[in-house]
C-alpha cells in the first residue's frame, strides 16, 4: 500500500526493495518497517494486553469498511457511471450496517478506539499535505519557460553554451518545460553536452503502461531530444533501461552508461517571498518530508557516480 501511495503521489518517494524476481509487488519498505517496529512496541507498553486492543480493532474495522463503501460510491458514480438508482440500492445498505458498526464502537474510543481514529488523522493529514505541496512545486514548473524557446534563446544567441562530448539527461516534471537543472548548468557552467535528452514521466492512472504507448520523443535540433514516457502504479521506472530502449529511435545516437551523465535536481524547499504571514506548518511538515524523501537517482535506478546534483530552491 505504501509503494501504491508513492507511485500515485500521496507519499514522498522511499526505499523500496522488490523481494520477487518472478512477482511484481512483492516488495519490502525499510522505513515503514521500522515505524511498525516502533508501533508494535508502543502498543504493547501501552495497552499491555491483546484483551485492551477489542476496542481499538472494533473501531478500526467499522471505521475501514464504511470508508470502503464510501469510496465504492465515488468510484461506481465516476468510473463505472452506474446510474443512481443502482448506486443507491447497493451502496445504502451497507452504509447502514457500516454506521450501525461504527456508531456501536464509538463509546469505546476512550478506552482504545483514539488509536487507529489518532493513526488515520496523522497519515490523512501527511498525505494531504504532500499532495498539496507536490501540486504547488508542479504550478511552478508549469510556469517555466518552454524548453523550445529556451534552447532557442541559448543557441541561437550572442554567447551560446559551448558544446562538450557526451551525453546529458536531465529528467523533468512536465513535458516541454526547461528543467531547473537546465538553467543552472547553462547560466552557471555555460556547457551543453553534444546529445542532450530532456526527460519526463508521467504516472498513469492505470496499473500498467502498454509497450506500444510509453515512450514518446521529439527532435528538438541541436543534438536535443525530448522523451516523454509514461508508467503504471505497479511500474517503476528504471533510466538506463529506458535509455537503452531508445537506441536506433534517436537519429545515430546510442546509450553508452561511460559517457552519460544525468543532472538531477536537489530540491530545498523555501516560502514564496510575497508572503508575509510566518511560515505555516503545512509548508514545513512538506519541506521535511521533502528532505527525507529518497533521492531521485535511487528512484530511477541510477548509479551515484554518473550523478550531478544541483541544489535548487523551490518557492511554495
Known amino acids: ?8 503521489d500521496f507519499l514522498p518517494r ?17 522505513a515503514v518497517n521500522a515505524i511498525l517496529f516502533a508501533t508494535v512496541i508502543f502498543l504493547v ?13 472494533g473501531i478500526a474495522v467499522g471505521l475501514t ?7 465504492m460510491i465515488a468510484l461506481s458514480r465516476t468510473v463505472w457511471r452506474w446510474p443512481k438508482p443502482a448506486v443507491a440500492a447497493v451502496s445504502v445498505p451497507l452504509l447502514v450496517v457500516d454506521g450501525m ?4 464502537n464509538l ?61 546529458a539527461v536531465y529528467p523533468g ?16 557552467n555555460c556547457v551543453l553536452h553534444q546529445t542532450s535528452i530532456f526527460f519526463t514521466d508521467l504516472p498513469e492512472s492505470a496499473p500498467r503502461v502498454d509497450d506500444k504507448t510509453r515512450i514518446e520523443t521529439r527532435d528538438l535540433g541541436h543534438g536535443c531530444y525530448e522523451v516523454v514516457t509514461r508508467h503504471g502504479f505497479v511500474e517503476r521506472p528504471n533510466l538506463p533501461r529506458l535509455l537503452e530502449s531508445l537506441n536506433g529511435r534517436l537519429g545515430d545516437w ?27 506548518w503545512r509548508e514545513a511538515l512538506f519541506a521535511q518530508m521533502s528532505f527525507h524523501s529518497t533521492s531521485s537517482a535511487e528512484y530511477y535506478g541510477l548509479r551515484a557516480e554518473d550523478v550531478v546534483e544541483l541544489g535548487i530552491q523551490v518557492a511554495l
Open 1 to 8: 500500500m505504501t509503494s501504491q501511495a508513492i507511485e500515485l
Open 14 to 30: 522511499l526505499r523500496v526493495i522488490e523481494t520477487s524476481h518472478e512477482q511484481h509487488g512483492q516488495v519490502y519498505v525499510p
Open 45 to 57: 507498553v501501552v495497552f499491555r494486553s491483546s484483551e485492551r486492543l477489542t476496542s481499538a480493532y
Open 65 to 71: 469498511m464504511l470508508i470502503t463503501t464510501i469510496q
Open 101 to 104: 458498526l461504527v456508531a456501536a
Open 107 to 167: 463509546p469505546k474510543s476512550p478506552h482504545g478506539g483514539w488509536f487507529p481514529v489518532t493513526v488515520g488523522i496523522v497519515l490523512f493529514v501527511l498525505m494531504g499535505t504532500w499532495r498539496r505541496g507536490g501540486r504547488t512545486a508542479r504550478r511552478h514548473a508549469d510556469a517555466a519557460q518552454s524548453l523550445q524557446a529556451f534552447l532557442h534563446e541559448a543557441l541561437e544567441g550572442a554567447q551560446p553554451p559551448a558544446r562538450v562530448p557526451g551525453t
Open 173 to 188: 516534471n512536465l513535458p516541454d518545460r526547461t528543467p531547473a537543472t537546465l538553467r543552472s548548468n547553462v547560466r552557471h
Open 254 to 280: 546510442r546509450f553508452d552508461a561511460k559517457h552519460t551523465t544525468f543532472f538531477l535536481p536537489r530540491d530545498e524547499i523555501i516560502r514564496n517571498a510575497t508572503h508575509d504571514a510566518p511560515r505555516g
